[in-house]
């Protein structure tokens, strides 16, 4: 059974960071690509990066210099590197396990997905 953890969201002022975690269980980690996606409230859910099984990341322009997406393979584990943070990037955070990046968004669209962790910035 593949299961997919995020942990590491939380309250922020505006300018901080946070690092999120992602473990993913049941499944060859290093075969997949693995992203990170967002919902706010009221919105629909979006791509925030992207990390393919070779390496290759990706960041939508609103988060490129800002955040770092990273893996361990070894601890079947993704990061989300998240600095100068905004109001704006509050949401739940998910982490995504999929066969490619193609993008930020991932193409296709990732099999697994985890629960969420809540990230709220304080403006």
């Known amino acids: 059974q593949v299961q997919v953890v995020e942990s590491g969201g939380g309250l922020v002022q505006a300018g901080g960071s946070l690092r999120l975690s992602c473990t993913a269980s049941?499944?060859?980690?290093?075969?997949?690509?693995m992203g990170w996606f967002r919902q706010a409230a009221g919105k629909e859910r979006e791509g925030v990066s992207c990390i393919s099984r070779d390496g290759v990341k990706y960041y939508p322009s609103f988060v490129k210099g800002r955040f770092t997406i990273s893996r361990d393979n070894a601890k079947n584990t993704l990061y989300l590197q998240m600095n100068s943070l905004k109001a704006e990037d509050t949401a739940m955070y998910y982490c995504?396990?999929?066969?490619?990046?193609?993008?930020?968004?991932?193409?296709?669209?990732?099999?697994?997905w985890g629960q969420g962790t809540q990230v709220t910035v304080l403006s």
């Open positions: 049941g499944l060859t980690f290093d075969d997949y690509a």
């Open positions: 995504a396990a999929g066969r490619s990046c193609a993008s930020w968004r991932m193409s296709p669209l990732p099999r697994y």
